[in-house]
């Protein structure tokens, strides 16, 4: 169950940088850089989740 609760807070974590992105796309002048650093670590998430996820004992 601890690798399940891991993988949930990394979800949460990753949607919570999804609507960050979003909010900041939105903005008139959007910071190209503030952008690249989230999606950034919005994919290290993602990864990290697939290789949890393909270690889980089924």
């Known amino acids: 169950m601890r690798?399940?609760?891991?993988?949930a807070s990394l979800n949460n974590?990753?949607?919570?940088l999804?609507?960050?992105i979003f909010?900041?796309?939105q903005r008139p002048?959007?910071?190209a850089e503030a952008l690249a650093k989230l999606?950034?670590?919005k994919l290290r998430l993602?990864?990290?989740?697939?290789?949890?996820r393909a270690s889980k004992p089924n």
């Open 23 to 25: 909010a900041e796309d």
């Open 3 to 7: 690798l399940d609760a891991r993988i």
């Open 13 to 16: 974590r990753h949607a919570a």
């Open 46 to 52: 993602k990864e990290e989740m697939e290789r949890l």
């Open 18 to 20: 999804e609507a960050q």
């Open 29 to 31: 002048r959007p910071d």
């Open 39 to 41: 999606k950034r670590e």
